[in-house]
């Protein structure tokens, strides 16, 4: 009786070390999902709930539950640390501290947005008063406008818009203040740094406050150019103009050990909307 016990016992521990093992080979992903998010204003997420179908009638329904980050770092940081996170993040500022998942089975790069493809692209904008801005600020802007702008947009990863012609440097000295999108800061940090090489006389402070803060600053006068990772309101349009400037997309993160590689566009409004609560529900 002792040795039928003795082997009920060691088949028993078998069948739980092999399920182990099968789990490790690529099993189904178990644990609840980390649905981390960006803060209330981000244009990054305007444009995420937007095109993945999350905000309906202007109505964000992101998970009450979501992890709320202030900016792309945070974000990617966050995901990096949590086996079981999700967020996402402008493609420009994508690294390897985390993995970009396919969304219908499109990858994220600079041609499949091009040809419509990826489903997460937005613009990225720059907006100045209706009646314009200061003589240097313009001049920047018509840096950014120029095959040299466009041509180092193209090589941080983002997509160019046609040039306007060449740029000649200016010559003009003094302070141009930028405020906004966190998504647009690193290719405008790009930008203003060239710029400044050709136009020493000139500096210029860059404030990362969000699409929305950045807008009203230039509502309000308090910076000579507004930056934001998405499109503007009526209400917005009707006090400045806005200016396109690149094309980007949003790409959706996972922690580099997670086994899932693609999402469907529904799926991951399921998981964001809180339908969708643990990795093993996705089929």
Do not use: H
Request: proline share 1%; with cysteine; charged share 25%.
């Amino acid at each position: 009786m002792r040795k039928t016990k003795r082997n009920l016992f060691a088949v028993t521990i078998s069948v739980v070390m092999l399920g182990g093992l099968l789990t490790g080979c690529g099993g189904e992903k178990a644990g609840n999902i980390t649905v981390v998010s960006r803060e209330d204003g981000s244009g990054t997420r305007g444009a995420f709930t937007e095109l993945l179908g999350i905000a309906v009638d202007d109505v964000d329904n992101t998970v009450s539950t979501a992890e709320i980050t202030n900016s792309t770092s945070v974000m990617m940081t966050t995901v990096a640390g949590d086996e079981n996170a999700i967020g996402y993040v402008s493609l420009g500022s994508l690294d390897d501290s985390v993995k970009a998942l396919k969304v219908d089975g499109v990858e994220a790069t600079v041609e499949n947005i091009k040809a419509g493809d990826y489903k997460a692209a937005r613009p990225f904008n720059i907006c100045i008063p209706k009646d314009g801005t200061t003589e240097i600020a313009q001049d920047l802007i018509d840096f950014i406008l120029s095959e040299d702008g466009q041509i180092i947009i193209g090589e941080e990863g983002y997509i160019s818009e046609e040039a306007s012609g060449t740029y000649k440097a200016s010559g003009k000295e003094g302070k141009i203040t930028l405020a906004g999108s966190t998504s647009v800061s690193p290719v405008m940090e790009k930008l203003t740094e060239k710029y400044k090489e050709l136009n020493p006389g000139v500096t210029i402070e860059i404030q990362q406050t969000g699409s929305s803060a950045g807008i009203e600053s230039a509502i309000e006068g308090a910076c000579d150019i507004g930056m934001s990772s998405r499109e503007l309101k009526e209400e917005e349009l009707a006090k400045l103009q806005e200016i396109e400037i690149a094309m980007d997309g949003i790409c959706v993160i996972v922690n580099l050990n997670s086994e899932v590689d693609n999402l469907t566009a529904e799926q991951i409004k399921q998981i964001y909307t809180g339908e969708i609560t643990q990795w093993s529900m996705l089929q």
